[in-house]
């Protein structure tokens, strides 16, 4: 748990957390091209709880309960797009450097589930 803690104290991640070991998954049962494999990347298991803890102690209460989806939510919308997101983004972004002279933005992509 050390480990873990001082990850997150000084917002470092060990290079060995950041190695894959990814293996072609065939889509279909004869594959005639590289678009018929997904990759499957198999972390160390260190990499995986603090993701884990990540999502559970910072992004979980972050979302109010009873909220179906953050208000910035893009994707699972039926007039929604990229465009629509980056369009969004260069609007706040904009904003914020009217106002500052850099500007952070965190993006989570929840498609893989935990």
């Not at 190695?19 to 997904?38: D, H, L, Q």
């Not at 629509?84 to 850099?102: D, G, K, N, P, W």
Request: charged share 15%.
């Amino acid at each position: 748990m050390h480990i873990l803690n001082l990850s997150f104290d000084t917002g470092t991640v060990p290079k060995q957390w950041l190695n894959a070991i990814v293996t072609p998954v065939p889509k279909v049962a004869k594959p005639g091209s590289f678009t018929e494999y997904r990759p499957v990347s198999v972390t160390p298991p260190l990499s995986k709880l603090a993701e884990k803890l990540v999502v559970r102690r910072w992004l979980y209460p972050a979302v109010t309960p009873g909220r179906p989806m953050l208000d910035d939510q893009f994707g699972f919308h039926p007039t929604s797009s990229t465009s629509c997101a980056l369009i969004s983004l260069l609007h706040h972004v904009t904003i914020m450097l009217q106002r500052c002279s850099y500007v952070r933005s965190l993006m989570i992509d929840y498609s893989n589930g935990i």
